[in-house]
């Protein structure tokens, strides 16, 4: 009888033996290695281990490691498959028990487990780079992922910085260029660079694979994939708003690793209902997150379009799909908007939001965002509220990047104004506004939708100024009220630039004294923090921490309540004569108030506020448990799935 065909009950024999009897140096590892590993039994056999008894047995363990490392290092048959499941599941299950540590690391892989995890770091990532087989490949990357996702909490998980050297970033660089790779590996590969952000290892980790993200077509290579699942979760989206009727053929097509392994086994039958839940594959936003924050090199190919290799086998794309990637993520982004109720949802969108931060941050992008001849229609979804149903916008051909994005931000400031508020996402969204703004007023270039960004603006200073007393222990109001009266100063102090035409002037002085209370509450409310914070250090030794934004908001205020003051008391004498004013009426006393009207002239106003992205550490290792999370809510394993004799004859022409 074959050894394959003794399979599970002599392997579980030899587990019971190693874990149970204590009996290893009996083993004949060649004969193991070569029976099909039973996962469910091994996990089983780990557990009933008494926990105290666990560190006692370390020699066990190491025995073990060690010889499924050498496995990986010099076997490339069906021995390479049963060491990798044997080791990730072994390592995985300790993991569990004693949490992932330098004593872990020691108890599972002796003394000299810097020397055995560095070898097998290098030993998966040659099968990787230098092996025919995509059999191979797909097992060392299941195995690198295991290792990657062992820890839920990756700040504790002391594996991952085993497979930042460079042997190992030369890896992306082999599957970014590969399009082969790319489609059966892509993905996977995704996974890995989204898990580049741990804390004592993030800096090193990207400064290692800068080099790759310098080539250019590694760059291309990540595009594709990035820009093919932008375009998948697109038609997911559409069709779930009933945008799209065809079936999705496109998204049986973005990985071949299912083919293959459907080849010797089974075919996973995948959810067909096509429900978008971008939060589930928020690992594709951390990790371009992660390459932008590494090269900016990647920055011009943003403004591209995808190759056609990325798109469905036949060559078939409509509509969106031929757009840039930079646009295709503006589109995507208004998706990702329209639904911020639960959690997974905000972190997906503040991810989408510090990536158009990062992206507005860059010159060469706004330069290329106020190109008339990049100008493209971009479709943005628009969503549903009480007083109008949802509606796919498809954009004006005619109508610049700056526009579009403008015009995105603007409906998300009016459609989040919610009791839970997302002053974190709020921040951003007007640090990116700011940015665009600032970037017109010195190119002397008009803003476009500009009516609809400034009522989104007011819309936010309305919404704080009518719930600061319980939006205070939320976050700092004061802060985000000041981030958009600056702004708004912009369009009062220069919208000779900034304003398409007078009578936009007009609507400008209209709108806020139309508005005046909402500017009367803010500057009452700072006033009142300002007054209490001046008792307070009246009455205390030790003076209190001091907030600046409160006095910083007053100051910002000063000319819209010039404004205000200015105007309203004519209007008054005016309506007490003739009753109450038309809109015509008021707009006329407006034109004839600009003459006597002194407003000051800020200094700053074009300096915005660097972004401290180092602040957003934290929250992306959040999102990178998040990424944890999601690998083992959705993974099925792969010895699940395989026909294990077939595996064997796949393997079968390898060396021994």
Same mark, same amino acid.
């Given at each position: 009888?074959?050894?394959?065909?003794?399979?599970?009950?002599?392997?579980?024999?030899?587990?019971?033996?190693?874990?149970?009897?204590?009996?290893?140096?009996?083993?004949?590892?060649?004969?193991?290695?070569?029976?099909?590993?039973?996962?469910?039994?091994?996990?089983?056999?780990?557990?009933?281990?008494?926990?105290?008894?666990?560190?006692?047995?370390?020699?066990?363990?190491?025995?073990?490691?060690?010889?499924?490392?050498?496995?990986?290092?010099?076997?490339?048959?069906?021995?390479?498959?049963?060491?990798?499941?044997?080791?990730?599941?072994?390592?995985?299950?300790?993991?569990?028990?004693?949490?992932?540590?330098?004593?872990?690391?020691?108890?599972?892989?002796?003394?000299?487990?810097?020397?055995?995890?560095?070898?097998?770091?290098?030993?998966?990532?040659?099968?990787?780079?230098?092996?025919?087989?995509?059999?191979?490949?797909?097992?060392?990357?299941?195995?690198?992922?295991?290792?990657?996702?062992?820890?839920?909490?990756?700040?504790?998980?002391?594996?991952?910085?085993?497979?930042?050297?460079?042997?190992?970033?030369?890896?992306?660089?082999?599957?970014?260029?590969?399009?082969?790779?790319?489609?059966?590996?892509?993905?996977?590969?995704?996974?890995?660079?989204?898990?580049?952000?741990?804390?004592?290892?993030?800096?090193?980790?990207?400064?290692?694979?800068?080099?790759?993200?310098?080539?250019?077509?590694?760059?291309?290579?990540?595009?594709?994939?990035?820009?093919?699942?932008?375009?998948?979760?697109?038609?997911?989206?559409?069709?779930?708003?009933?945008?799209?009727?065809?079936?999705?053929?496109?998204?049986?097509?973005?990985?071949?690793?299912?083919?293959?392994?459907?080849?010797?086994?089974?075919?996973?039958?995948?959810?067909?209902?096509?429900?978008?839940?971008?939060?589930?594959?928020?690992?594709?936003?951390?990790?371009?997150?992660?390459?932008?924050?590494?090269?900016?090199?990647?920055?011009?190919?943003?403004?591209?379009?995808?190759?056609?290799?990325?798109?469905?086998?036949?060559?078939?794309?409509?509509?969106?799909?031929?757009?840039?990637?930079?646009?295709?993520?503006?589109?995507?982004?208004?998706?990702?908007?329209?639904?911020?109720?639960?959690?997974?949802?905000?972190?997906?969108?503040?991810?989408?939001?510090?990536?158009?931060?990062?992206?507005?941050?860059?010159?060469?992008?706004?330069?290329?965002?106020?190109?008339?001849?990049?100008?493209?229609?971009?479709?943005?979804?628009?969503?549903?509220?009480?007083?109008?149903?949802?509606?796919?916008?498809?954009?004006?051909?005619?109508?610049?990047?700056?526009?579009?994005?403008?015009?995105?931000?603007?409906?998300?400031?009016?459609?989040?104004?919610?009791?839970?508020?997302?002053?974190?996402?709020?921040?951003?969204?007007?640090?990116?506004?700011?940015?665009?703004?600032?970037?017109?007023?010195?190119?002397?270039?008009?803003?476009?939708?500009?009516?609809?960004?400034? @009522?989104?603006?007011? %819309?936010?200073? !309305?919404?704080?100024? +009518?719930? $600061? *007393?319980? =939006?205070?222990?939320?976050?700092?109001? &004061?802060?985000?009220?000041?981030?958009?009266?600056?702004?708004?100063?912009?369009?009062?102090?220069?919208?000779?630039?900034?304003?398409?035409?007078?009578?936009?002037?007009?609507?400008?002085?209209?709108?806020?004294?139309?508005?005046?209370?909402?500017?009367?509450?803010?500057?009452?409310?700072?006033?009142?923090?300002?007054?209490?914070?001046?008792?307070?250090?009246?009455?205390?030794?030790?003076?209190?921490?001091?907030?600046?934004?409160?006095?910083?908001?007053?100051?910002?205020?000063?000319?819209?309540?010039?404004?205000?003051?200015?105007?309203?008391?004519? @209007?008054?004498?005016? %309506?007490?004569? !003739?009753?109450?004013? +038309?809109? $015509? *009426?008021? =707009?006329?006393?407006?034109?004839?108030? &600009?003459?006597?009207?002194?407003?000051?002239?800020?200094?700053?106003?074009?300096?915005?506020?660097?972004?401290?992205?180092?602040?957003?550490?934290?929250?992306?290792?959040?999102?990178?448990?998040?990424?944890?999370?999601?690998?083992?809510?959705?993974?099925?394993?792969?010895?699940?799935?395989?026909?294990?004799?077939?595996?064997?004859?796949?393997?079968?022409?390898?060396?021994?």
């Amino acid at each position: 009888m074959s050894l394959t065909h003794l399979g599970p009950s002599k392997i579980n024999f030899l587990y019971q033996q190693i874990f149970e009897q204590g009996s290893i140096d009996a083993v004949n590892w060649n004969e193991f290695f070569l029976l099909h590993f039973n996962g469910p039994f091994l996990r089983d056999v780990l557990f009933r281990i008494p926990s105290e008894q666990l560190p006692t047995l370390s020699p066990l363990f190491t025995e073990m490691t060690s010889q499924c490392v050498a496995v990986i290092g010099s076997s490339r048959n069906i021995k390479f498959y049963n060491a990798c499941s044997t080791l990730t599941t072994t390592v995985f299950t300790l993991a569990n028990r004693l949490g992932v540590s330098p004593d872990f690391l020691e108890i599972v892989f002796s003394d000299q487990f810097d020397v055995t995890l560095r070898k097998l770091a290098s030993s998966l990532a040659n099968v990787l780079k230098n092996e025919n087989s995509i059999y191979l490949k797909i097992i060392a990357m299941d195995a690198i992922i295991f290792l990657h996702t062992t820890c839920t909490e990756l700040t504790q998980n002391s594996l991952i910085p085993y497979f930042f050297c460079e042997e190992f970033s030369q890896v992306f660089e082999a599957i970014f260029r590969d399009s082969e790779l790319r489609s059966t590996l892509g993905a996977d590969t995704i996974k890995i660079l989204a898990l580049l952000k741990t804390k004592e290892r993030s800096v090193k980790s990207l400064a290692e694979l800068k080099p790759v993200l310098d080539d250019n077509l590694a760059i291309m290579g990540f595009l594709q994939i990035f820009s093919t699942w932008l375009r998948i979760s697109s038609d997911k989206f559409l069709f779930s708003i009933g945008q799209m009727s065809d079936e999705l053929d496109a998204i049986e097509t973005f990985s071949k690793k299912s083919e293959y392994i459907a080849s010797v086994g089974i075919r996973h039958n995948e959810d067909s209902s096509y429900e978008p839940n971008f939060s589930e594959e928020v690992e594709f936003l951390l990790a371009f997150y992660n390459v932008l924050a590494c090269s900016r090199k990647i920055m011009g190919s943003l403004l591209t379009a995808p190759p056609a290799e990325c798109f469905s086998e036949d060559g078939a794309h409509t509509g969106s799909h031929e757009h840039s990637v930079v646009c295709s993520l503006l589109t995507f982004a208004s998706y990702v908007f329209s639904d911020l109720k639960e959690e997974p949802s905000k972190q997906c969108a503040k991810v989408t939001l510090l990536l158009l931060l990062r992206i507005a941050d860059d010159g060469y992008i706004q330069n290329a965002f106020h190109d008339v001849a990049l100008s493209a229609a971009v479709p943005l979804y628009i969503k549903p509220q009480l007083h109008r149903p949802g509606q796919l916008d498809y954009g004006n051909s005619n109508q610049t990047l700056a526009t579009t994005l403008l015009s995105l931000l603007s409906e998300f400031l009016r459609s989040h104004l919610s009791r839970n508020f997302l002053f974190d996402h709020y921040q951003i969204a007007v640090s990116v506004i700011h940015r665009i703004v600032v970037h017109e007023k010195k190119s002397r270039l008009r803003t476009g939708c500009w009516k609809q960004l400034f @009522l989104g603006l007011m %819309s936010v200073l !309305q919404y704080l100024g +009518s719930n $600061e *007393q319980h =939006l205070a222990a939320a976050g700092d109001v &004061f802060r985000l009220a000041t981030q958009v009266m600056v702004v708004v100063n912009l369009f009062i102090t220069y919208g000779d630039v900034l304003l398409p035409d007078a009578s936009s002037y007009d609507f400008l002085y209209y709108e806020i004294v139309r508005q005046h209370g909402v500017f009367t509450r803010l500057n009452h409310a700072a006033c009142t923090v300002l007054q209490k914070q001046s008792l307070e250090g009246c009455e205390r030794s030790v003076a209190p921490l001091k907030n600046d934004w409160p006095s910083k908001l007053i100051n910002q205020l000063m000319n819209a309540l010039s404004i205000v003051n200015h105007i309203t008391p004519k @209007l008054t004498d005016i %309506s007490m004569k !003739q009753g109450t004013l +038309s809109e $015509e *009426q008021v =707009l006329k006393v407006v034109q004839e108030s &600009f003459d006597s009207l002194n407003l000051k002239l800020y200094d700053g106003l074009d300096n915005f506020e660097c972004f401290d992205f180092q602040q957003e550490e934290q929250f992306l290792i959040e999102v990178g448990q998040s990424v944890v999370k999601n690998y083992w809510d959705r993974r099925i394993p792969i010895d699940t799935l395989i026909v294990y004799s077939k595996l064997v004859e796949k393997l079968s022409t390898m060396a021994l």
